[in-house]
């Protein structure tokens, strides 16, 4: 992908430009929640609908191709 092809998807309801075929979980967070990201206290589920493929969750360390009008559900938690 060159580097001025962005793809739209929607975080939290919120359309977003991504630069990138694949996004990874922790890019994703940041996204959704810059200020929390860092912050070891929480936890993050990450589900994504996918209008041209299957849905799916992401979890620490994966990634996902990334398609025009994909959705991403991020929701925080505190850590037990």
Not at 37 to 48: G, I, L, Q, R, W
Not at 53 to 61: A, E, F, N, R
Not at 64 to 73: N, R
Request: hydrophobic share 40%.
């Amino acid at each position: 992908m060159s580097a001025d092809k962005t793809i739209e998807i929607i975080v939290n309801a919120r359309p977003r430009q991504v630069a990138k075929e694949d996004l990874s979980y922790t890019e994703v967070v940041v996204i959704a929640f810059p200020d929390d990201a860092a912050n070891t206290d929480k936890e993050f589920t990450v589900a994504y609908s996918n209008p041209h493929g299957q849905d799916g969750t992401l979890v620490s360390g994966q990634s996902v191709k990334v398609k025009k009008g994909m959705v991403f559900l991020v929701t925080k938690t505190n850590r037990s």
